[in-house]
């Protein structure tokens, strides 16, 4: 059974940085491709940083160059270093695996944290 779970989160004010963590268990590690994404209030789930087992990142242009997403396969473990945060970053953090082989465009399996709040706030 593959869990995941999300730690990190709190109040911070405009301007300040937070580490989000993720740690999933289950399966190996090296072999999922790891997302992070938010949904704010009243709105819509939306990416915001992804890391494939190749080590390779993505953002959504919003966070780009404030956000950083790294991986360490050996803690199973992926993190969201996230700096400069501004009052429109407050959103509950999700963190995603996507569980390789890829078979007909589907992953194996995709599977979800409960969240972390993350408020930016003065």
Known sequence: QVQVVESGGGPVQPGGSLRLTCVVSGGVFSLYDMG???QAPGKQREFVASMRSSGSPNYVDS???RFTISRDNAKNTVYLQMNTLKPEDTAVYYCNAK???VVHGTYKG???GEGTLVTVSA
Do not use: E, T
Request: proline share 8%; hydrophobic share 25%.
């Open 36 to 38: 992070w994404y938010r």
């Open 63 to 65: 966070v780009k160059g």
């Open 99 to 101: 569980q390789y082989p």
């Open 110 to 112: 995709d599977y979800w």
